[in-house]
């Protein structure tokens, strides 16, 4: 791993994690809170929907170590370091589960941090990730920061800090959305409330039951009660059954949740949310699943998120200045089968892809073989270094497009 940062060796104890972090809000905060019935940001239903999905998707990204080599372009580097960041960055996470961890912080609270460990020799040995609440920031007059985590300060270069939605006069500090998002959720829970009572405490039914009798006889509660005990109340799945001329039955329209609009509100609100977050709103329940919207989701929501991660990750654990972290954001678009072969088949035909990449993308192994993995090109596939030796282009050759010897 001899791309990675290497550091001096430095003599201090393991940051004690202090779990008893304050936070300090104004009374009338904390009592509206409370009457509200306060919900954290990461258990609202429909936020926790959005941030789980743009997780699990970045997380599902193989993470490359790529190097500049001039003019052949970017290539693939695969040495301990990138299976160390691909595989196993820490003893007990793998990178799909640190990565997941690090997108859902950096989404709910604007920042999340990993703490890079080394050996003796300056190596990286593995990413810890840090709980978001045990870290603090501070910001130096030369416009940088310093960290502390637990008790222990630490260096802006010595951590790993994945920002989000940065602040304007510290753009190290990243914002959650709780501010924004919370006259929504709050709109949210209250109609849920209203559609939960809507069905049960103030439900009632559609019928309208007339007595011919004595009105003194309906005058109290009681009395209703017996009257209705006695004529109207039946078994589940039994009819309705009385006298002819004793009761008359009319019916009429209950108030609907669509007379109310709330349904309609509260998609507004879901849409709010899905917009604010960067997801297609089809993933909180509205719409249907459209192809186009989900590749501009990826290209519009899961590619800057991957470029935190990825230029973070170059900046504090690479020092040759030709090498990067890449995240394969290909891997996630949506595709028809039939379509993407045609792109191949085409890409083939002009020397960019060649036989065995075709069939790993059509879902078979690569063969191996030689003239498998030689790019050629035009419709006799002749290989691609040889392209302007091409018989039929050459000056003088014959009809069937042999140079004149």
């Known amino acids: ?53 743009i997780a699990d998707l970045v997380s599902s990204m193989p993470v490359y170590q790529m190097q500049n080599a001039g003019s052949i372009g970017n290539v693939r580097l695969v040495d301990e370091l990138s299976r160390k960041i691909d595989i196993d960055p820490n003893p007990y996470l793998t990178r799909k589960t640190l990565i997941y961890k690090s997108v859902e912080e950096l989404l709910l609270y604007g920042n999340s941090f990993l703490l890079p460990a080394y050996d003796r020799q300056g190596l990286l040995q593995e990413l810890k990730p840090i709980e978001n609440r045990t870290v603090s920031l501070y910001p130096l007059d030369d416009g940088g920061y310093k960290a502390k985590i ?3 300060d630490f260096d802006s270069d010595e951590i790993i800090n994945f920002v989000n939605n940065p602040c304007y006069d510290s753009p190290w500090q990243g914002k959650s959305y709780r501010v924004q998002l919370s006259d929504v959720l709050r709109n949210i829970k209250q109609s849920n409330d209203i559609k939960s009572d809507f069905y049960t405490k103030h439900y009632r039914p559609g019928l309208i039951f007339f007595f011919n009798g004595d009105s003194d006889a309906f005058s109290s509660e009681e009395e209703r009660d017996k009257t209705f005990q006695k004529w109207v109340k039946t078994k589940p799945g039994q009819p309705y059954t009385f006298p002819e001329g004793l009761i008359s039955v009319d019916k009429f329209q209950n108030m609907s949740l669509s007379d109310i609009a709330i349904n309609e509100s509260v998609e507004l609100d879901k849409r709010f949310i899905a917009a604010l977050i960067g997801v297609p709103a089809f993933f909180l329940g509205i719409g249907d699943y459209n192809e186009k919207e989900y590749n501009n989701f990826i290209d519009t929501t899961i590619r800057p998120i991957a470029e935190i991660l990825q230029q973070e990750l170059t900046k504090k654990l690479l020092i040759a200045s030709d090498r990067f972290f890449k ?7 949506a595709f028809d089968m039939d ?5 191949m088949y085409e890409g083939k035909a002009m020397g960019v892809f060649n036989a065995d990449e075709v069939r790993v993308v059509a879902g078979y192994e690569p063969t191996g073989l030689p003239e498998m993995t030689e790019y050629t090109m035009l419709e006799n596939y ?10 039929k282009l050459i000056q003088g050759g014959d009809k069937n497009g042999n140079a004149d010897s």
Do not use: T, W
Not at 339 to 343: D, I, K, P, T, V
């Open 339 to 343: 379509s993407r072969l045609s792109s």
């Open 150 to 152: 637990g008790n222990v």
């Open 327 to 333: 995240f394969n954001i290909n891997s996630l678009k």
């Open 1 to 53: 791993m001899g791309s990675s940062r290497k550091r001096k060796a430095k003599v201090r104890s393991e940051p004690e994690m202090d779990a008893k972090k304050s936070m300090y809000i104004s009374m009338p905060e904390f009592l509206q809170a409370q009457s509200e019935g306060y919900m954290p940001l990461h258990k609202h239903p429909d936020v926790k929907v959005c941030v789980k999905k």
């Open 382 to 391: 002749i290989p691609v270094k040889d392209a302007d030796k091409q018989k």
